[in-house]
């Protein structure tokens, strides 16, 4: 929305100033504006404004069918396709009652968890920069790019998959691909450490970002945050623990949790889940390595046009940023009659309005940063 | 006082609000209820303060106005408009005032580790429900977007206001009624 003269209650005191940041600036990662009220350089109002990115996917979907809405679905949270594609197989699998086969399931964890390491880079990459270091982004964007020849090799893109199909996958795993991906998982590790080194525990780093920025427990969840946001404060909540989706109740992992719910918690949780994803990654491939596995990838008897009878469904997964699901509504039509995406950035973000409040003009983009906001997937 | 299973946090909001009642259709895989849009409110406190559903998922509307025929988009230059296509049979369309809005709402509880749906109707004519911003914060936006898009107004929302379309956009896009009027992106 553009400013309006009546945001303004009362005319401003002349110690009072506003400052207009975004929609376009650096820091904001996309066309996000913050309207602060300021005195001095004390942030007293503070109003996150979004939607210049809207673009109504949710009434797309309703004029498309089952197959082509699953490509919208790459262009909410651009840099974690994955796992948008995983959420929405998974709630009109559940809609359809489509049982998905093992190797299928395997492969969906293992590319989201490859993926989830991927978005994590970026942010890692992306915040060193928002706080003023710049080499930790060559670092990050190298590991990543590897990553992005893994996913290349797999469907064809970098950036926008398409991978995942309503019943399974949509290719199997290419024959050297499975060497070329331990050999990231081999060698993945041992950069976490050189990354704790260049930047986690820089003394200047956690100056800047271990006291600014903090929730408490309670706070986050009346907020209704997910994600790393959520578990910094120490709140145990990991849909892949809670409700356990595409065999992540086989492998073993832990979630990471901070302690204090600052900026420097949220960065290090995402620093400690790129650990664990390594951990499932591996276990992922030795699963799939073995004689036994049927080696179907999409679930028999699917048909190709789906056409879901009357019904509701809700499925949820843990995405990078949160807790991503869809809610589909079927009325036994072509297209579905409603697709909500509960989007873990939206409902993050609005708690900017409560803890930007009080902080110094200076700590907004380190704050706003630590929440690893896309605003494709805020915006929809 | 925690209960262990959903089934008891149901027998006993039963006593309190006789209207509840499982739902006819199950969102899948989670125990679904279906409230009036008066005790909505009343027992999204009653479920945070006694059993422990302290975290809200998702706030969401649904227009049940009936499947609009796809006619009318498909064969307009611009797909996302809906307008009155002489080709369509108007038979085929539901009447104006058919229908109603229904509210999904989506909560958690980490003691019992149980996600709960409620779903509530509100009068498709004049659509006003009870704000749960006192209850929970993760109301505000998810309101705020349902109040944009589908123009059902919460009641003690301290801030409603529109919040993913821009102001020149008039009505609210997914209703199903909605008729897109021409503006300056359009051509």
Known sequence: ?380 | MTHHTVEDVFAKLQKIFPDIKESEEKIKNYPTWSVSSGSLFKICETLKKESGFEYLDMVTAVDRHGKVNSAGYLTEPNPCVYSQNPSVVPSQSPAPGAGFFEIIIILTSFSMNQKLILVSRVDRTNPEAESLYPLFKSADWQEREVFDLFGIKFTGHPNLKKILTPDFIKGHPLRKDYVHKKDKFDY
Not at chain 1, 177 to 200: H, I, V
Not at chain 1, 344 to 360: D, E, S
């Open chain 1, 1 to 380: 929305m553009p400013i309006e003269e009546k945001t303004f209650e009362k005319p401003l005191e002349l110690d009072q100033m506003f400052v207009n940041m975004g929609p376009q600036h650096p820091s904001t990662h996309g066309v996000l504006r913050i309207a602060l009220h300021m005195e001095g350089e004390v942030i007293t109002k503070a109003e996150p404004d979004v939607g210049y990115l809207h673009r109504g996917i949710e009434k797309l979907f309703e004029n498309r069918t089952y197959t082509q809405g699953l490509v919208l679905t790459d262009r909410l949270d651009y840099l974690s396709s994955m796992h948008n594609n995983l959420a929405y197989c998974i709630a009109v699998e559940k809609l359809m009652g489509i049982e998905v086969p093992a190797r299928a399931q395997y492969i969906r964890a293992l590319v989201s968890e490859l993926n989830r390491i991927a978005s994590h880079l970026i942010f890692f990459g992306t915040y060193g920069v928002d706080i003023g270091a710049f080499t930790p982004f060559l670092h990050a964007f190298r590991e990543r790019e590897m990553i992005m020849d893994l996913f290349e090799m797999l469907c064809g893109a970098r950036l926008l998959y398409t991978y995942m199909r309503i019943g399974g996958v949509a290719k199997n795993l290419p024959e050297d691909w499975t060497a070329k991906c331990r050999e990231f998982t081999g060698f993945f590790p041992k950069r976490l450490k050189e990354y704790d080194a260049l930047l986690s525990f820089n003394p200047i780093f956690m100056d800047r970002t271990a006291n600014i920025g903090i929730i408490s427990k309670e706070e986050a969840l009346d907020w209704g945050l997910s994600g790393p946001v959520l578990r910094a404060t120490g709140v145990n909540y990991d849909v892949r623990k809670f409700e356990p989706y595409s065999f992540y109740d086989k492998l073993e992992f832990e979630i990471p949790l901070g302690q204090t719910g600052s900026t420097w918690d949220r960065y290090y949780c995402r620093m400690r889940e790129m650990a664990q994803s390594a951990g499932i990654i591996d276990q992922c491939l030795e699963a799939l390595s073995k004689q036994d596995m049927p080696p179907d990838i999409i679930a028999k008897g699917v048909p190709k046009i789906l056409k879901p009878l009357k019904g509701q469904a809700y499925g949820h997964i843990e995405a990078s940023r949160g807790d991503l699901g869809f809610y589909a509504v079927s009325e036994g039509e072509f297209s579905p009659y409603r697709m909500h995406i509960k989007a873990p950035t939206f409902i993050n973000t609005a708690i900017l309005q409560k803890i930007l409040v009080g902080a110094k003009i200076a700590d907004v983009v380190a704050i706003l940063g630590s929440f690893d906001i896309v605003l494709g997937e805020m915006d929809r």
